[in-house]
């Protein structure tokens, strides 16, 4: 672990950026995928905290410069023992009104942005016969939502993918897991109205909401835990019981 290199993508802020400081002060290097550099101030202080972060700008629904990342990655560390797979985004509208311009770019990023990242990381990892990937899904993708066509047909579709990824990488030894985090307070849920917010707090055993930092842990866990391939783990204060 104190030697490996991770990758995560829209790092910038919420999961992504706590994945970041959960990570940082167990490995190497943690190299950040931000889809626009971070603000000179916020990263000062990040670089103060942690000497061992890098911003790579890029976004990650383009093949090309998917790739272009992960080639990055390897011509400045070496190598690559992890990938985190959480950039993504939410256009919600109920699917009789949501147009198909509103589909295709939230599964263009969500969706192949995790599939551009897993072949070209995935490629690698298997030279080195090392490596593991977690993809961020969500209880959605599990479940579906009202209003969350585009995103939940992502999130499931993550989850093939995660399934598919762990059986090609095994005989490598190459794992992938996905995390399905239920309402975690970031910018992505902030823009939910209280009518949405007191609906979704109502349906969480534990109710409230998770923390970044919460689901920060349990990527770790499915980063390095050696025996689990292929699942997906559901860090949800319990609302899918
Ligand atoms: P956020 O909006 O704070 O962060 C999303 C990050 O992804 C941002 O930094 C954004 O710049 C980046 N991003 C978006 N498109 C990108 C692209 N094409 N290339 C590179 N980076 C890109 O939201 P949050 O909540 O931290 O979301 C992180 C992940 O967690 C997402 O995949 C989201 O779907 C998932 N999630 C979030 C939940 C929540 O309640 N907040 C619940 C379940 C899943």
Not at 37 to 54: K, R
Not at 67 to 74: H, R
Not at 154 to 177: D, F, M, P, V, Y
Not at 229 to 241: A, F, K, P, R, S
Request: aromatic share 4%; charged share 15%.
């Amino acid at each position: 672990m104190d030697d490996d290199v991770i990758l995560v993508t829209g790092a910038a802020k919420g999961i992504g950026l706590a994945t970041v400081k959960q990570l940082a002060p167990h490995v190497s290097q943690v190299v950040l995928n931000v889809h626009h550099a971070i603000e000179a101030d916020e990263w000062t202080a990040l670089t103060a905290e942690f000497s061992n972060v890098t911003q790579l700008v890029g976004d990650v629904s383009d093949e090309s410069i998917a790739a272009e990342l992960v080639a990055t990655v390897i011509d400045q560390f070496g190598r690559l023992d992890g990938l985190v797979n959480n950039a993504g985004i939410t256009k919600d509208q109920l699917l009789t009104r949501m147009s198909t311009t509103d589909f295709t770019t939230v599964l263009q990023t969500n969706l192949v942005g995790t599939f551009n990242m897993t072949k070209f990381a995935l490629k690698i990892m298997q030279k080195q016969r090392r490596g593991a990937i977690v993809n961020v899904a969500s209880v959605v993708g599990l479940h579906g939502n009202l209003g969350q066509a585009n995103y939940a047909a992502s999130k499931a579709g993550i989850i093939g993918l995660t399934k598919t990824t762990a059986l090609e990488g095994a005989r490598r030894q190459i794992r992938c897991n996905a995390i399905a985090p239920g309402m975690i307070t970031t910018d992505m849920t902030a823009q939910l109205n209280e009518r949405v917010t007191d609906a979704a707090l109502a349906s969480i055993p534990l109710q409230r909401f998770g923390t970044p930092a919460e689901v920060a842990q349990a990527i770790e866990f499915l980063l390095y835990q050696p025996y689990l391939t292929g699942q997906v783990l559901t860090v949800d204060g319990g609302m899918t019981i």
